[in-house]
């Protein structure tokens, strides 16, 4: 990304921010939903600890609680990547702002990624919001989190996969968007999969034998996991290989594909000149 | 020094998308096709304010939107400053300032100086020059007092003066303005109307496109108008050129007294003469249409003094754009 490139993706996080706080109270709101959720999963999985007990990973030391922590933050993660690029051009598109900016001497791909910047950090920071919270809540439990910083490098390498992974999905869905005017399905039917079958609430072992073999074909599954092992066990990339091939495989073929699909309906949009049309 | 805009045999269809049903049951009827544009060609030179008129749906929109890189030409080419729209959109989009009048271009919760900060931005304007172009554009456009405040806050007038500043951030030569009037009131649009004539075209030299169907405001503001109509350019020229193509006959009014008996045909070399008697205060309004250049003028003055008339007074009328337009697109809304 070149410095002018990054002083406008700047700009547009910038821009968004003064949105977000112009609304007085909204983050009065999300910090008061990050402690709600967090503490939602913090009461309900002291009761299905039990029940879980033998198809819980013993990895993550047999705690429910930082399983469901270490699997809403990655799905948060994917969630965005899924939803923002495709979610922002739609309510620029509404709102009657995206012509203002198509027209100014800017690259439209970097209009698309700067309007879904301010989401990924927003989200980073709820997720570590996420994490403290939850950390401070299980230090009144008998099984308080504890981070093996040891495996941050895997977790990380894993993390960046799966978001990569999901950029390549969410940019389709903006193309969709762009193109039909309606993407959300596509993203509905993946979001509303991860968030059942890729062991992000529960582990993937309690779902039925027939069901399981869907869960491998989730990009999440591989993260939620794998990012459980090398933060709450502090498993290394050699041990994660497995998860890394997978994800990187994904990686390697939604990005491109996502890029793609993303040209072509725009070339498409400006030819039939429904760019800016809902 | 190239054209400010270069249009050449520009044409644009849309294809019309069909349902999914039409496709799943009538797989083998084509898709409709729309001519938005057909064979337009014209240049605006730098510095002059040119008029794209035309009814509802002629194109002027989608032209614009071609010139701005928005939409891609079926066929022809456009090109601004000299960069063609197709294969140099970013120079073409550096050369141009896009003024529409959509309200809800702008973040209406964030003020009017930090919507002009953002758009500065993606007009490549350097961090260290950001805040003085847009104070210096909000205090030649008269919007310091409310600048801090929120948009939504702002009258018509300042929105669409908004729309100007924004447009103007990276300094382009050509303007595209879109309907710029058409919110405002008649005392914000003669302000506006007086911004781009007064100090955006003779102050600062910029190029001027200007759509309307205000044919009033293309009048008081355009050197040269292209009339179109259902995607063909129908007219192209000056104003006087404009009155040239209405008035295949020149028309003129006469104020006489003391006329007696008709005017006769052949004292008009085939014009048409009507007279109205008036309501009784002994004027009569003599309203003729003459072939132009000749010297029917003077006979028919001839005519009406050897009638015994007095002429008080006798006014050439010109066409109005009104006129011209409605001739050209064939009746309101060039519905004939």
Not at chain 2, 21 to 49: C, H, K, N, Q, Y
Request: glycine letters at 10%; a positive charge; one cysteine or more.
């Amino acid at each position: 990304m070149t410095a002018g490139a990054a002083r406008k993706a700047w700009a547009f996080v910038w821009k968004d921010f003064l949105i977000e706080v112009s609304y007085k109270s909204a983050f009065i709101l999300h910090l008061g939903g990050v402690i709600f959720s967090v503490g939602l999963w913090f009461f309900f999985s002291g009761f299905l600890q039990e029940n879980l007990k033998e198809s819980m990973d013993a990895l993550t030391g047999g705690n429910l609680f930082a399983f469901i922590l270490f699997g809403v933050a990655p799905y948060s993660y994917q969630q965005v990547s899924l939803t923002a690029f495709g979610h922002r051009f739609r309510e620029e598109q509404v709102t009657g702002t995206l012509e203002a900016m198509l027209v100014c001497p800017t690259r439209t791909p970097l209009v698309i990624f700067g309007s879904a910047l301010f989401d990924f950090l927003f989200t980073s920071f709820r997720v570590v919001l996420y994490v403290l919270v939850g950390i401070v809540f299980s230090r009144f439990t008998a099984r308080p989190i504890v981070l093996h910083w040891e495996g941050a490098g895997a977790a990380i390498l894993i993390f960046t996969l799966m978001v990569a992974t999901s950029v390549g999905i969410g940019i389709m869905a903006a193309a969709f968007v762009m193109y039909f005017k309606k993407g959300e399905v596509l993203v509905t039917l993946i979001s509303s999969a991860s968030g059942l079958l890729g062991g992000v609430f529960f582990p993937t072992g309690a779902l039925p034998d027939s069901i399981q073999p869907f869960s491998r074909l989730l990009p999440i599954s591989y993260t939620t996991d794998g990012v459980r092992r090398a933060l709450l066990t502090g498993e290394g990339i050699p041990a994660l290989l497995p998860h890394i091939q997978v994800l990187f495989v994904f990686a390697a073929v939604l990005l491109p594909l996502g890029l793609f699909v993303f040209r072509a309906a725009l070339r498409g949009a400006r030819r039939d000149g429904t760019l800016v049309q809902y | 020094m190239p054209d400010a805009v270069t249009v050449e045999d520009l044409g644009k269809t849309f294809i019309k998308r069909r349902s999914l049903r039409d496709m799943l049951t009538r797989p083998w009827v084509p898709a409709e096709r729309v001519t938005a544009l057909d064979e337009v060609s014209f240049t605006v030179a730098p510095g002059e304010i040119f008029g794209l008129l035309g009814p509802n749906g002629a194109g002027k929109t989608t032209l614009l939107k071609v010139l701005a890189c928005l939409v891609i030409q079926s066929r022809g080419r456009a090109l601004v400053h000299g960069h063609d729209t197709r294969h140099a959109e970013l120079r073409v989009k550096s050369s141009i300032g896009f003024v529409t009048s959509d309200e809800r271009s702008f973040y209406w919760r964030l003020s009017g100086r930090e919507n002009l900060h953002f758009f500065a931005r993606l007009c490549n304007l350097q961090a260290g020059r950001v805040k003085d172009r847009c104070q210096d554009l909000l205090e030649r456009l008269e919007l310091t007092d409310k600048a801090d405040h929120p948009f939504m806050n702002y009258s018509s007038g300042m929105k669409q003066r908004m729309a100007v500043a924004r447009a103007l951030l990276h300094d382009p030569p050509v303007l595209c303005m879109d309907e710029p009037t058409r919110s405002l009131d008649p005392v914000a649009a003669k302000h506006l109307r007086a911004l781009i004539q007064g100090r955006l075209n003779r102050g600062e030299g910029k190029t001027i496109l200007l759509a309307t169907h205000n044919l009033a405001e293309a009048e008081e503001l355009c050197s040269r108008i292209a009339i179109l109509h259902r995607g063909r350019l129908r007219r192209l020229g000056t104003l006087a050129e404009a009155r040239s193509w209405a008035l295949a006959r020149e028309r003129y009014v006469l104020e006489v007294s003391g006329l007696n008996g008709a005017v006769a045909a052949e004292e008009l070399d085939g014009g048409r003469v009507t007279v109205d008697r008036g309501a009784g205060d002994g004027l009569v309004t003599v309203r003729a249409e003459l072939e132009p250049g000749g010297p029917a003028l003077t006979r028919l003055i001839d005519g009406l003094r050897a009638r015994g008339a007095l002429i008080v007074s006798c006014s050439r009328h010109e066409a109005s754009l009104q006129e011209i337009f409605d001739l050209t697109v064939g009746g309101p809304e060039g519905t004939a």
